[in-house]
């Protein structure tokens, strides 16, 4: 079954039958004023904190057939009486003649044919604006003249998301709506959006003359509130009732008459919903949105910075869903996913959820150094502020202001209150950062480390060098009986919650990694000392690593307080993990046939068709002590589900083993793109990748959810265009060592690196997957695999020959 199709030419994906699967969504701005717009038009927006300052109410587990936020009513005046649709298939769910959701990048054009009238609406955020835009086009294709209105609507929330499902009395008490008029007769609907620390005030206007309006959402229903979004009653009347709600469930609806549209004839509207402190000062802003021009004008201006995001890294690979995701989706949502964090989804609702995680922004970061690095080092900064004096992290904060916590460790007082792996990740990300840019006077930045009581400890601060030793510093002490780093509350998987004492074999290797990083960074600075010292902690672990975890097959993945292993052949459930395999080759510290047989058993125990699995078999009911992996059946998110965000992982394994046929066969398993054909069983959006996707211990197995906000976006396309490509920064230059499917006879990649365009064309005449025989840069043969920095703003050719 299919729902839609690719649209490469217009970077868009173009939804063809509204009622998808589960809801698909498309972002539209970003946290400073931002949120998604699903298939339907439905609009979830806020401006900044999602948990705290929510502008339209959209609750994701309404049918799916149900209003939410924010529509668009038409309605043709018949000799019976009205007859009244949306344009957005729901929520009258008319019979559509045509229906396409664009799906676009930063935007989202809904174009749909009913009764004869067809609908163009392109909904979006300006760059740097705070007002959603919905660009509004009707024109009648009836051979007949019609009489038109068009009723665009949206449902204000509380600005607590929270507050507006739990408190019936308080919420509506504080709700207030009041209407404007200016001498064109332009109507602007307000809602005061009390706020607990600074008021605001939500409109929504348009640029067309206003008939009336309604405020109160049982009064726009009507029959006493007993009626549905589907039917309102309201306009069944010529007009609105122009009520300023008091209290209540509080709608703007602004009534347009458009009077007669001919057969050809079209009418254009422009709708602006925003937050303001003050009416008079936002005036300005909305007369210039009033203007198509400057509507356009925004919509080019957005459409260009899209492109120049994507133009930095643009590849011809022989695989065209490969294309499409690294061309287009996958770096797209890297850019998503680093923005929003895991803040605002359809699974996830702010902060009082999750908010800005350490552990992930750091790995999502790393997805859009290509593309906007200075982006990249803004969140770094931030993310650099809630370290802690002893190197250890926050585990995750609120962007707006800057508070953070120690995530669920919160909750259970018998386990350690901190995560083993969180401080690790940014130092990937500062390393990539700076092979990227070059940047090394980053280091010295000062940045505070985090503490809560201020007043009493004076901020300690330390610059961006320092902030990274102590995160080595931290896991070389807080080691266990193995000599292991300890596991915290948790490492990567949140949901392995042993009693303290526990030991982590995931973090033991990203330590590993952190380690290496560290020791090239230092040595490229000059430091021989610490790089000796470093170099002696990664052989101890490594040391460790071999001697205490491999199980004859595979890797262990935890020992637990006891000393018992977790992930070994001994174990009934949770036999094998596959981060413990695919990371102990990533930290360099598996000798080559171990590897080979972790990745043989990887691909014996945890692959399928739809992924690999991160664990097998899944724990069968809730065990306390072992913590949230238990809660889920077998073959469900970490419990033996196929968990993305890991497979990648296994993918970069291949890649170092020379293995470029399973690294791209695990590639394409999981490649949305591919799935496209038979949305039906995965249900979610083939335009990004979800965080999960149901194993085949489960009874619902290639199930998808969680789509958007995850960390597979960034190592997906880490593994692909570093590891699979094998095109990798380094602080001397491009580094071009790809591994690939025999069957490739080359590829081409363009790359902006450095201020340099360096045009790649890699060809592979002996089908082989790994091995660089010659170099040619500009004509010349160039000893090693390391471009040369340029800084020239010029383009140069590139010439890779593969061979043994
Ligand atoms: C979720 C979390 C991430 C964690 C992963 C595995 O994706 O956002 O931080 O590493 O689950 O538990």
Redesign the pocket.
Known sequence: MEYGYFDNENKEYVITDPRTPVTWINYIGNLKFGGFVDQTGGALICKGDPALNRIIKYIPQLPNGDFKGETLYLRVKETTGYKVFSPFYTPTLDKYDLYQCHVGLGYTKIISKFYGIRTEVTIFVPLDEEREIRDITITNNNKDSVMLDIIPVVEYTHFDALKQLTNADWVPQTMQSKAYKNQDGYNILTQYAFMKKNNGINYFTSNHPVASFETDRKRFLGNNGYSSWSKPYSLMQENLTNYEAFRGDNIAALMHHLGELKPGESRRIITQLGQCSDLIVEQQAIEKYRDEKNVEKAFGDLKKFWNTFLDNIIVDTPDDAMNTMLNIHNPRQCYITKNWS?DLSLYQLGFGG?GI?F??SSQDVMGILGHAPEDGRELIEKLLHVQKRDGSAMHQFNITTMEANAGDSREKEDRPDYYSDDHLWIILAVCSYIKETGNFDFLMKEIPFYDKDKEENPLESANVLEHLKRSIEFTRKDTGDHGLPLLGFAD????VNLPTGAESIFTANLFGLALKEMIELLSYLGDASTVQEYKMCYKLMQDNLNKYCWDGEWYVRYFDHNGEALGSRKNQHGKIYANAQSWSIISGFAPFERAIKALNSVNKYLSTEHGIKLSYPGYNGYNPEKGGITSYPPGAK?NGGI?L?SNPWVMIAETIVGNGDLAFQYYNQINPVKKNMKVGEYECEPYCYP?NILGDEHPEFGLGRNTWL??TASWVYQAAIKFILGIQPTYKGLNINPCIPKTWKGFKVTRTFRNAIYEIEVNNPDNICKGVKQVIVDGVLIDGEIIPIFNDRKKHEVKILMGQ
């Open positions: 895991r999750r995680g552990r992930d990567w998987n949140d949901t970490e968990f965000h965080q995850s960390g």
